[in-house]
């Protein structure tokens, strides 16, 4: 199992390092409604930030909010310069487009990576904030040692947040690159050739040792409720692990990532801000 603990700590405490209490970048998070998960990831994105040294605002609204509402109010924080990230906790009520709101905010503020302009950017390799859980993912199989040039990568999920940026990215380091959606056809015919799986399906244990060849390397981004109620991940762990050479687990393994590139991104606003406002 690969130790993304170890890695996500190191990467935390570098940025605490590098922040020094000199450097005190602020995010500001939009909660929308009360959603019990959106709640929970806004409390551990707090929390993080706190640890390393970044001040956060988080600005929780009614769900019944419209959308002109919130994007005057992004509008606001883009020209507030004490703001050096805003984050807008997705899923958002089904009454605003959500594409409307990311837009709205200053890609340049963009800590996750979603605005149009950064999204360009990635896809023709030109400086921009790359997404949290697709970064991450990178980072976790970079740190396992794990040899992404030649390597036969699937990526079940085609999302704008996980399996497109993630497959763009494995791409980029010359992987071959196959990505499976729900209407893929003998899917894990697929699936059992890839050196690199990477599962971001949203299905609770979707993914079955039969679907997987001895000795890959599975990369599970699911966060799922089980039957039981547990937090689970995409990937059958128990079952599938025994066939891999690195495996990680949910809970743990890339969610803990995607919030600690989080603050690398916001870190990383801040200081583009700064060059910036240097001259
Ligand atoms: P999403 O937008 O719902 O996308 C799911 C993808 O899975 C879609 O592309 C869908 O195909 C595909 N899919 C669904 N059923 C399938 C099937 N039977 N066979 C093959 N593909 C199938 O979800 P997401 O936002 O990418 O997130 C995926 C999972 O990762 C969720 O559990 C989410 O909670 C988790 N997640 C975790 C983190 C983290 O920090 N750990 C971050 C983001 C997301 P179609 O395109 O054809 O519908």
Same mark, same amino acid.
Request: aromatic share 4%; proline share 4%; with cysteine.
């Given at each position: 199992?690969?130790d993304?603990?170890?890695?996500s700590?190191n990467?935390?405490?570098?940025i605490?390092k590098?922040?020094?209490?000199?450097?005190?970048?602020?995010?500001?998070?939009?909660?929308?409604?009360?959603?019990?998960?959106s709640?929970?990831?806004?409390?551990?994105?707090?929390?993080?930030?706190?640890?390393?040294?970044i001040?956060t605002?988080?600005?929780?609204?009614?769900?019944r909010?419209?959308?002109?509402?919130?994007?005057k109010?992004?509008?606001?924080?883009?020209?507030?310069?004490s703001?050096?990230?805003?984050?807008?906790?997705l899923?958002?009520?089904?009454?605003?487009?959500?594409?409307?709101?990311?837009?709205?905010?200053?890609?340049?503020?963009?800590v996750?990576?979603?605005?149009?302009?950064?999204?360009?950017?990635?896809?023709?390799?030109?400086?921009?904030?790359?997404?949290?859980?697709?970064?991450?993912?990178i980072?976790?199989l970079?740190?396992?040692?794990?040899?992404? %040039?030649?390597?036969y990568?699937?990526?079940?999920?085609?999302?704008? $947040?996980?399996? #497109?940026? *993630?497959s763009? !990215? &494995?791409?980029?380091?010359?992987?071959?690159?196959?990505?499976?959606?729900s209407?893929?056809?003998n899917?894990?015919?697929?699936?059992?050739?890839?050196?690199?799986l990477?599962?971001?399906?949203?299905?609770?244990?979707?993914?079955t040792?039969?679907m997987v060849?001895?000795?890959?390397?599975?990369?599970?981004?699911?966060?799922?409720?089980?039957?039981?109620?547990?937090?689970?991940?995409?990937?059958?762990?128990?079952?599938v692990? %025994?066939?891999?050479?690195?495996?990680?687990?949910?809970?743990?393994? $890339?969610?803990? #990532?995607? *919030?600690?590139? !989080? &603050?690398?991104?916001?870190?990383?606003?801040?200081?583009?801000?700064?060059?910036?406002?240097?001259?």
């Amino acid at each position: 199992m690969i130790d993304t603990k170890t890695l996500s700590k190191n990467k935390r405490e570098k940025i605490k390092k590098q922040l020094d209490h000199n450097y005190i970048p602020c995010l500001a998070v939009i909660l929308v409604g009360e959603n019990p998960a959106s709640l929970s990831y806004v409390k551990g994105k707090e929390k993080a930030c706190r640890e390393v040294g970044i001040s956060t605002i988080t600005i929780t609204l009614e769900d019944r909010i419209t959308q002109e509402e919130l994007i005057k109010l992004i509008d606001e924080l883009n020209i507030d310069n004490s703001v050096d990230g805003i984050l807008v906790q997705l899923p958002l009520p089904s009454h605003i487009d959500e594409f409307a709101v990311i837009n709205a905010i200053d890609p340049s503020k963009d800590v996750d990576g979603f605005h149009p302009s950064n999204v360009a950017a990635l896809y023709l390799k030109q400086k921009g904030i790359i997404p949290c859980t697709p970064k991450g993912i990178i980072d976790v199989l970079d740190f396992a040692g794990v040899e992404i %040039e030649g390597k036969y990568a699937v990526v079940i999920g085609r999302s704008n $947040i996980v399996g #497109m940026p *993630i497959s763009k !990215l &494995l791409l980029d380091r010359n992987a071959t690159v196959t990505i499976c959606h729900s209407k893929t056809k003998n899917l894990s015919d697929i699936t059992s050739k890839a050196d690199i799986l990477i599962a971001a399906v949203g299905k609770p244990l979707f993914v079955t040792a039969d679907m997987v060849k001895e000795g890959a390397v599975v990369i599970d981004v699911g966060v799922n409720r089980g039957e039981n109620g547990k937090l689970c991940g995409d990937v059958d762990f128990e079952n599938v692990k %025994e066939k891999t050479s690195y495996i990680t687990k949910v809970p743990g393994g $890339i969610g803990p #990532m995607t *919030i600690t590139c !989080l &603050l690398e991104n916001t870190v990383e606003c801040f200081m583009n801000r700064k060059v910036l406002s240097n001259g």
